[in-house]
């Protein structure tokens, strides 16, 4: 079946074969938010679990984000046309003085891949721009993303803007990066840590569902 082939185009990685899938699925007059739903939602959540079991690393993550971005080329305008609800809006980027970006770009792809709508402001982002983009996409949540212990300061920096602008109240923040930790996230005023992709999408979606967040690791 089309759906099967899908959803192990995904857990696998293979992005050309993902994105024939969706095509033949729609041709046959499938239903765009169940072709996300249904099989590609579940087929991350299956990744997402291998990497938890250590039978994924980092690369393989990589291979089955990209093949979900490239199943989501085609869905995209259909789901816009729809105005399918997103599972919540999230804006995400790396803080100032930080350029990094392969952490950020996999937390982007698995948090779409499950539904989300996701403003991603890149790198190098000042407090001011993630107030500015609060104020504009009004997200649920924002993830903060720092790769050099130089740039933790920013993330305390960004939280204390977003205090100052009377937005903190809006928004739950979730921080992340090789040098984060839990006991950091708590000091700098943060609502939750992920230490891997999996878990940012574990706990933003525990997040617009109001319920108890799953154990991270300190």
């Known amino acids: 079946m089309r759906v099967e082939r899908l959803f192990e185009a995904i ?5 050309e074969l993902a994105r024939d ?8 007059g499938g239903d765009p938010i169940s072709i996300v739903a249904d099989t590609m939602i579940p087929a991350m959540d ?17 291979l089955s984000s ?11 305008p259909l789901l816009a046309k729809s105005d399918a609800a997103a599972m919540g809006v999230v804006v995400i980027g790396a803080v100032k003085g930080d ?17 989300f709508k996701v403003i991603d402001l890149g790198t190098d982002v000042n407090p ?4 500015a983009a609060i104020r504009e996409h009004r997200p649920q949540i924002v993830c903060l993303s720092a790769l050099l212990s130089a740039a933790m300061q920013a993330i305390r920096a ?6 100052t602008a009377n937005l903190r109240h809006q928004v739950k923040i979730l921080v992340g990066g090789a040098p984060v930790n839990q006991r950091f996230a708590q000091d700098a005023g943060a ?15 525990a997040i617009v569902a109001d319920v108890e967040p799953p154990a991270l690791a300190a």
């Open 46 to 62: 299956e990744v997402g679990q291998l990497f938890s079991e250590e039978e994924y690393f980092v690369p393989e993550l990589l």
């Open 158 to 163: 960004t939280i204390q803007a977003i205090e």
């Open 128 to 131: 001011e721009r993630f107030v």
């Open 191 to 205: 609502d939750g840590y992920g230490f891997t992709a999996t878990d940012a999408v574990a706990l933003a979606r």
């Open 66 to 76: 990209c093949a979900m971005k490239a199943a989501m080329q085609p869905l995209r």
């Open 11 to 15: 857990v696998v990685g293979q992005s």
């Open 99 to 115: 350029l990094h970006d392969i952490g950020k770009n996999l937390v982007v792809s698995m948090l779409e891949g499950s539904g």
């Open 21 to 28: 899938c969706v095509l033949e699925e729609l041709a046959s």
